[in-house]
């Protein structure tokens, strides 16, 4: 069995702490949209996410996990939530499958496991962060002027 495999099969026997342990965790941070969706949202969220980390890992391809991190781009953006809260939620969904692989596994299987682990959900943050941001530069924002803070005080009305 690869070690791909190992991981997949061990993030599946470890679902329910996992989930429930990133689910607690983003419940306790600044992340408003999150914390406000309530425990059972996080949950469904959490779950969904998992199960396309364990799906890369099972065929070995990042194709549905970075379309799956796009989505979740875009219906965030436009429900205005703020990148750093995405992040926040895939980031305690990482925290917690780290702690369980440290807490179960034994140490020579560490460094395997968090680098599968970290390489699909690192693939999965770096699609998301992409996407939210093409769409928030593809917005029409107003533009800012940036000389006027480079002027000097001269040139507006200051000693």
């Not at 791909?4 to 408003?32: K, M, N, Y």
């Not at 809260?85 to 305690?92: G, I, P």
């Not at 020579?108 to 962060?129: E, M, P, R, W």
Request: net charge negative.
């Amino acid at each position: 069995m690869s070690e791909a495999s190992s991981t997949a099969r061990f993030l599946a026997a470890e679902r329910e702490p996992i989930v429930s342990t990133a689910t607690d965790t983003l419940g306790r941070t600044a992340a408003r949209h999150y914390v406000d969706a309530g425990p059972g949202v996080r949950q469904e969220r959490h779950e969904a996410l998992l199960d396309h980390v364990i799906d890369a890992l099972e065929t070995r391809d990042l194709r549905r996990v970075i379309a799956y991190a796009e989505q979740i781009a875009q219906e965030r953006f436009e429900a205005g939530v703020d990148l750093s809260e995405v992040q926040a939620a895939f980031n305690a969904l990482e925290e917690a499958a780290w702690s369980r692989v440290f807490e179960l596994l034994d140490p020579t299987q560490y460094a395997d496991a968090i680098g599968l682990i970290s390489t699909v959900l690192g693939t999965a943050k770096d699609a998301l962060a992409r996407r939210y941001v093409r769409l928030a530069t593809d917005t029409q924002a107003p533009a800012l002027d940036y000389a006027a803070l480079f002027r000097g005080p001269q040139q507006h009305g200051m000693p």
